[in-house]
């Protein structure tokens, strides 16, 4: 299988696929190490997105990208596909809109509105024809307790102590950012 993770931009995209993509069953994304290096960012490896001209193999990726990637994207070359949506932050003073603001140079209510209509299940399948998918709010992404339960909770083996601990190094890292 592989899973699709959409996002709009600064909700934690590529860092949520990093934490899925330590399921043994998908190919790495990224390592603590790399986390730890880092200082902003989760964008680590050469899948970074939908960018698939260096896939070892069309099954076992977890991608990550826009609603426009998946869209555009030559979907036929995947058998089996799985979408993980992170939703739009509902809450105005938590920390994902914050940041998803702070990425978008502040975006007025008409874009937040609509990309809160254009990331759901509804649409993805219409556009698609994909109807497997689980949806997070950005809220359980961009947090300070780790998403790593809701993800066990998908069905997803992660590998626990490791997304912790890239979870406490991404999100020491963007507190100080927004």
Known sequence: MNVFVIFPPGLGGHHLSNLIATDPRYYSRATVEQYQAAKKYAHHGFRRGF???QLQSFDNNVLCGHFGNLYWQDRSLFEHI?????EVPKDKNSFAYKRLQSYNNVLPD???EEQRCLYTPEVIKRVTGISDHWTIPAE???NETSPVELLIDMHYDVDK???EKMHTE???TNLSLV
């Open 140 to 142: 359980r992404v961009v």
């Open 161 to 163: 102590k490791t997304c």
């Open 110 to 112: 008409y874009i937040i």
């Open 51 to 53: 960018d698939i001209r």
């Open 170 to 172: 991404w999100i020491k």
């Open 82 to 86: 799985q979408v993980v949506i992170i």
